[in-house]
């Protein structure tokens, strides 16, 4: 799927950081967006707030990770790079520090399967990546690991990363799981929910599939 840079998909990055933070998923200028176009991506700008992001301070970064623009990549561009090389499926990544993910991954805690919608996550849990430090190759690699079979990862003491083939695809799994770990981290409050069984979740896998290609006809 080939896609160019032009003015709609940097307005499109943009309002999709906005809407972000608008979701509640995200706060300030924390968080950080792309889209994949040929050769590389686009991404939000570092340290610039999301309502003073004009399309001229979105950055393109090229898949050797060099940027061209007039401001400096989000300090993650890393992690945005090399997920757009293991996975050619992927046309856009939000990465957000949403309050109850982040919460769930300051524990260190993955999301298991105790709800049936966290097939959304492509298989029967949300895996948390181990810490390292934020904008290092440590951190991507952990993510790519942590994303392998799934479309949506936690970071440890960190936030999360969804990813989808559209912006708004990306955003709605980030609004979905940060409800799911809301869910999760209500339930921890009476107790450790039961997980449901690698079979079932299998089958919710893969009526997923199903209706997302009934979908896209
Ligand atoms: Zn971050």
């Given at each position: ?15 999709t950081?906005?809407?972000m ?5 995200n706060?300030?200028?924390?968080g ?7 050769g ?7 340290a610039?707030p ?9 950055v393109a ?6 940027a061209?623009g ?5 300090s993650e ?15 856009a990544?939000?990465h ?9 991954a ?12 966290i097939?959304?996550?492509g298989?029967?849990?949300i895996?948390?990546?181990?810490y ?7 951190l ?7 994303l392998?079979?799934?479309?949506v ?20 799994l980030?609004?979905?799981?940060e409800?799911?770990?809301?869910m999760?981290w ?8 039961k997980s449901?069984n ?7 896998v893969q ?10 006809r």
């Amino acid at each position: 799927m080939a896609t160019t840079d032009s003015r709609a998909l940097r307005l499109a990055v943009i309002r999709t950081a906005r809407d972000m933070n608008a979701l509640g998923i995200n706060r300030g200028k924390s968080g950080n967006v792309s889209a994949r176009i040929d050769g590389g991506f686009l991404v939000t700008p570092s340290a610039l707030p999301y309502e003073q992001t004009a399309p001229e301070d979105i950055v393109a970064v090229d898949r050797d990770g060099e940027a061209r623009g007039r401001r400096a990549p989000s300090s993650e561009w890393r992690f945005h790079r090399d997920i757009y090389a293991a996975r050619a499926e992927v046309m856009a990544i939000v990465h957000a520090h949403s309050p109850f993910a982040t919460t769930l991954a300051c524990l260190d805690r993955g999301i298991p399967a105790f709800h049936y919608m966290i097939a959304v996550a492509g298989g029967s849990d949300i895996r948390c990546a181990p810490y390292a430090t934020f904008g290092t190759q440590e951190l991507s690699d952990h993510a790519v690991h942590a994303l392998e079979g799934r479309v949506v990862c936690l970071l440890a003491h960190h936030g999360l990363i969804a990813v989808g083939n559209a912006l708004e695809q990306a955003l709605a799994l980030a609004v979905e799981v940060e409800t799911l770990a809301e869910m999760y981290w209500r339930a921890l409050q009476i107790g450790e929910p039961k997980s449901l069984n690698e079979t079932e979740m299998a089958r919710i896998v893969q009526k997923f599939t199903t209706y997302r290609t009934l979908q896209r006809r």
